[in-house]
């Protein structure tokens, strides 16, 4: 955690009373790499347990350059307690100015480290985080030194005393500790030019620096010092000497030792001026500059790998390390993803996130209908739709296909980072058919023909209809021909249809007509293609595979449930206001007020069942899946079912007799599939079913709180949406006080 900082200087307090510490001074002594300040107090927990870790510190890296200075905050007596340790120095906070100048408050432990040529180290509360600085430091932090010949300015002989200069110069850059390792030879040299402040950083780490030594020989000598990174200045002296003279302040050698002090303390003192003081200032107070800084990358996508001055330091994007603090290189790269590289300055605790630009594009593949297989440069890739695909730039080839339909293909060019739409329309393959109706006495008659429950005209007469066309239907009000087909796109496909009644009296003896719901497969749940009016509970669509059943074509009636009554078998259903049951006058009317137990028992008494909920759909809206049992058509009026319209019950209040609504008939003839009233269904309610449903004659979950129910009731509107044949509803099983509740039989063929 970074901390309020305002001066390096901190504790170069100018009361005399008190005894004070000049970080500047303490770093330029000879073998002092790293100074650390620790703020503590008595009361301070983590203060106190953290004696041991500073303990291992001073012993490890003391003889190395480390130095601690702790300060009390509380002052007075507190200041002669030991803290467990024996650190550097211990300072008295008496007045609070040291707490105050650091503006630290009570925010403790609280550390401060310096490196030796000014840079902070660290500033956190959290000694995990300095012990780490620490070993980082002193194991990973190198500086390396060459020292240079010494160059005369005029042609003389100084040969002895150059190298005497020079053997001085190595030896007291030895005793200041400051470099890692001093050399005089053996490394080639990169500049000889030399750029004052064109310096990035004012002394680069793991590199190698070096001394440049210049003299003048005659009566008054000099000798310049100067330290430079591959010809960046960085810092110099320029001493006189006596050359005459062996020993004292005026020798060579000492002449050559002060140079080497100045040279390390304008290092330290760069960093303590002014100019660096109004740099930290107008750069706020969360100051960080350290010389290993902790980082954090991101990247948008995340798994990009991190360079930063063309070194590795993560594998993938999030996340976290140290590096030198300053201006780096960085770069991100990821597969398929174009290289991002900056020059970014990385300060503590900073975090870099890029978003990254593909190097790819993206196809979409759209079909109507949707169902098309699809192959992307001769490899199969799915069904459409197939949305946002990315891909490489460049020319791709679609190729998309289905029974039925002539092939199509599209050539596009992805550029990078853009989105393209392949979109087909393909018309079905044709062929010809020719219908004529008759009815049992083969006689011609005139009947309405569909292909695949779209009506496509009147018979007799011939039609073009897709080769993909799976069953014709041709009936007229009372009569029906069903059957399967398989036309080809050549020649004419002859069809004399038998219309027979598909509704017929009750094979049981019990109950009213059943109509025959041949095997076969249809679709569920709602297409949002046709209907903007789907719930959650109603997706997917999906196409299911249903054996051959028979429905009752009318919901049950009162009358008939009285006969089940009558045997001793049905219950009597509740007894409130708009039940059915006893009003005489509803005979015909469906029988409302019952429980799923006694729908179930009079199903079981008529030698039926209670439809699934998957028989009940397919019943009610054919093969295709119209969102009406009439087709696609709105309605919003009382011509087609019993609804609220102008009144509950088309404004009778309550339900009409079963079949009054002839417009409303299903594919498979069965009426009042929509309004009069909610029907019981056989299936336990999950409103996530469909997400996970078997494909072949489902019959709902093994258990559950509610039973499904189905079609709308009399008090149903369009608005509301429940006459739709995909709507979903649920009741409890023993609700019988619901008079828009009722049911219908169905049975196994």
Excluded at 1 to 13: D, I, Q
């Amino acid at each position: 955690m970074a901390v309020l900082f305002k001066t390096h200087a901190a504790f170069s307090g100018t009361d005399s009373s008190r005894e004070s510490i000049n970080i500047a001074s303490e770093l330029e002594k000879p073998g002092v790499r790293m100074v650390a300040v620790e703020l503590y107090a008595s009361w301070c927990e983590e203060c106190v347990q953290a004696g041991s870790i500073w303990k291992g510190l001073q012993k490890k890296y003391g003889p190395e350059g480390l130095r601690v200075f702790m300060v009390f905050v509380e002052g007075g007596k507190r200041c002669s307690e030991s803290p467990g340790w024996t650190p550097e120095k211990i300072l008295c906070d008496d007045d609070g100015s040291i707490v105050e100048r650091f503006r630290v408050g009570s925010r403790l432990p609280i550390t401060f480290l310096y490196s030796w040529d000014g840079r902070v180290a660290a500033s956190t509360q959290d000694v995990k985080m300095v012990e780490k600085t620490i070993n980082d430091y002193f194991k990973n932090i190198h500086y390396n030194l060459l020292v240079d010949r010494v160059r005369t300015e005029r042609k003389c002989d100084e040969s002895p005393r150059n190298d005497l200069i020079r053997d001085v110069v190595i030896r007291e850059f030895k005793n200041q500790s400051k470099f890692n390792s001093i050399t005089s030879s053996g490394v080639k040299i990169v500049s000889d030019e030399i750029t004052p402040g064109a310096c990035e950083d004012r002394l680069p780490v793991d590199g190698l620096l070096r001394i440049r030594l210049g003299g003048d020989c005659g009566s008054h000598s000099e000798i310049s010092t100067i330290l430079e990174k591959d010809g960046c200045f960085i810092a110099s002296s320029r001493q006189s000497y006596n050359p005459g003279v062996k020993d004292g302040p005026d020798s060579p050698e000492a002449a050559a030792a002060k140079a080497v002090r100045e040279v390390v303390g304008e290092i330290v003192r760069e960093r303590f001026g002014p100019a660096y003081e109004k740099t930290m200032k107008r750069e706020g107070a969360f100051y960080t500059d350290r010389l290993r800084s902790a980082f954090q990358f991101q990247s948008i996508p995340a798994g990009a790998e991190v360079m930063v001055d063309r070194k590795v330091v993560c594998k993938e994007t999030p996340c976290s390390g140290f590096v030198p603090g300053g201006k780096h290189f960085v770069t991100m790269k990821l597969d398929k993803y174009l290289r991002k590289m900056d020059l970014v300055e990385i300060r503590n605790e900073q975090k870099i996130s890029w978003s990254l630009e593909p190097d790819f594009g993206w196809i979409e593949v759209s079909s109507r209908p949707a169902g098309f297989d699809v192959e992307l440069d001769g490899k199969y890739v799915g069904e459409t739709p197939i949305a946002k695909m990315p891909v490489s730039v460049g020319r791709h080839e679609v190729h998309v296909w289905r029974e039925c339909y002539p092939d199509q293909k599209e050539s596009v060019i992805v550029e990078r980072g853009r989105e393209y739409y392949a979109n087909f329309d393909p018309k079905p393959l044709k062929g010809r058919i020719e219908v004529k109706a008759v009815d049992e006495r083969g006689r011609e008659i005139p009947a309405d023909v569909y292909i695949d429950e779209n009506l496509i005209g009147k018979a007799p007469g011939e039609f073009d209809v897709s080769v993909c066309a799976k069953q014709i239907e041709v009936k007229d009000a009372t009569r029906i021909f069903r059957d399967t087909i398989a036309v080809k796109d050549c020649g004419t496909l002859k069809i004399s249809a038998l219309l027979e009644d598909n509704c017929l009296q009750s094979p049981t003896g019990r109950g009213g007509p059943m109509c025959v719901i041949p095997a076969g497969e249809f679709w569920m749940g709602c297409n949002r293609m046709e209907d903007e009016d789907c719930r959650d509970n109603e997706k997917p669509y999906h196409k299911l595979m249903i054996s051959g059943f028979m429905m009752d074509k009318f919901e049950v009636t009162a009358g008939e449930y009285r006969k089940c009554m009558e045997d001793g078998v049905c219950s009597q259903p509740a007894a409130i206001e708009n039940c059915n049951y006893d009003d005489t006058s509803a005979v015909n009317h469906p029988i409302n007020c019952v429980d799923w137990k006694q729908a179930d028992a009079y199903c079981s008494w008529a030698g039926k069942r209670l439809p699934t909920e998957a028989e009940w759909e397919k019943a009610a809206r054919g093969v295709k899946g119209g969102k009406y049992p009439w087709g696609n058509t709105e309605s919003s009026d009382c011509d087609r079912a019993v609804m609220d319209y102008f009144g509950c019950g088309c404004g009778t209040g309550g339900t009409l007799p079963v079949g009054s609504k002839p417009g409303g008939i299903s594919p498979f003839r069965v009426m009042d599939m929509a309004g009069n009233v909610w029907e019981w269904t056989s299936d336990w309610y999950d409103e996530n079913y469909y997400k996970d449903t078997p494909v072949i004659d489902p019959r709902g979950p093994i258990n559950g709180l509610f039973k499904v129910v189905r079609g709308g009731g009399w008090n149903s509107t369009n608005k509301k949406n429940a006459l739709r044949t995909s709507f979903r509803n649920f009741y409890y099983l023993e609700d019988r006080f619901s008079d828009d509740l009722g049911f219908r039989c169905a049975r196994s063929k």
